[in-house]
């Protein structure tokens, strides 16, 4: 009987990850909805919380957020509740309350979208967060984000850095982890492409890869090719989180194994 309850408690364990970037465009949206996707596409229920400055816009308004947009076109790819969830947080009450409520609905995955300025409801989102991720999409960012852990999360092993969009290709993804210094950063980084700056027009990157989908010697074939590496990116990022939640770090194979079998990466 105590086993059981042990276990079902353990089987409703949700994770929160909360994005941090104290430098305003630096990828936190578009990360939480492609990392939303490739969780989504484990069949995981998902829930993301918009703690940005955007949260309590009016859907049906003229002006509705980036997240309710994209919520829409998710819907339209059939992820809708329970699958997912958008819910909009504007107070630190609010933020625990309904990551609380998120936990008790069977939510896997809370995603929280946060905003630049690191105000009372931010700093809640971060303080309930499991795992924090702060993307960079240039070097710039990255040292900004750097002075934003010191400031504001302090000594912590919980953040780990993502090289997210970098426009300018490998050198500058290479330097925008190098400028990440000792922390922790994602293997897996998440490229610059279409498929993931427009998730708000197309929603599911996996559905819009589908709907590219198309031979090498046809018309349109390089826009695939962008889409299917963008999203086999983003399934390996989620996979990467994963580990991270359960306490594991991937580690670059350097040929040398105690075992007799070659292994590409431990975790
Ligand atoms: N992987 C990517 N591929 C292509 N473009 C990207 C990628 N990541 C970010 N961008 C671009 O960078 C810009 C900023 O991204 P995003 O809106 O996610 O940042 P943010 O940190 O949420 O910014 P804000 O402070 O406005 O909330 C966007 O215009 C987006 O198109
Ligand atoms: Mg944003």
């Known amino acids: 009987m105590i086993l059981s309850t042990l276990i079902s408690r353990k089987a409703r364990l949700m994770h929160t990850i909360t994005f941090f970037a104290n430098k305003g465009g630096s990828g936190r949206t578009i990360a939480t909805m492609a990392l939303a996707c490739g969780f989504l596409a484990q069949g995981k229920r998902v ?4 703690c940005t400055d955007q949260a309590g816009c009016n859907p049906n308004g003229p002006h509705p957020s980036t997240l309710q947009n994209w919520m829409r076109q998710m819907a339209a790819c059939k992820f809708r509740p329970p699958q997912l969830e958008l819910i909009e947080c504007q107070t630190p009450g609010e933020v625990e309350d309904c990551a609380a409520a998120a936990d008790a609905r069977g939510i896997d995955i809370l995603l929280i979208d946060t905003a630049a300025r690191i105000r009372e409801p931010q700093i809640a989102a971060l303080g309930i967060a499991e795992l924090v991720i702060a993307p960079a999409i240039s070097p710039f960012e990255a040292r ?4 934003g852990i010191d400031e504001y999360l ?6 780990m850095c993502l090289v997210n969009g970098c426009r300018n290709g490998a050198p500058e993804a290479t330097e925008t982890r190098r400028t990440f210094g000792h922390f ?3 293997h897996s980084e998440l490229p610059s492409a279409e498929a993931l700056s ?3 027009l197309n929603g599911d990157i996996g559905h819009f890869t589908a709907s590219l989908a198309c031979r090498p010697d046809k ?3 390089a826009r695939y090719r962008e889409a299917q590496d963008a999203w086999t990116a983003v399934q390996r990022l989620a996979f990467e989180v994963e580990f991270a939640l359960n306490g594991h ?10 075992y007799p079998i070659k292994r590409k990466a431990v975790a």
């Open 219 to 221: 018309p349109g074939f």
């Open 184 to 186: 922790a950063v994602f």
């Open 154 to 159: 302090g000594p912590t092993e919980d953040v």
């Open 47 to 50: 829930a993301v919380m918009d």
């Open 198 to 200: 427009d998730q708000i």
């Open 144 to 147: 900004c984000i750097l002075d």
């Open 249 to 258: 770090r991937l580690e670059l194979f350097d040929g040398h194994s105690a």
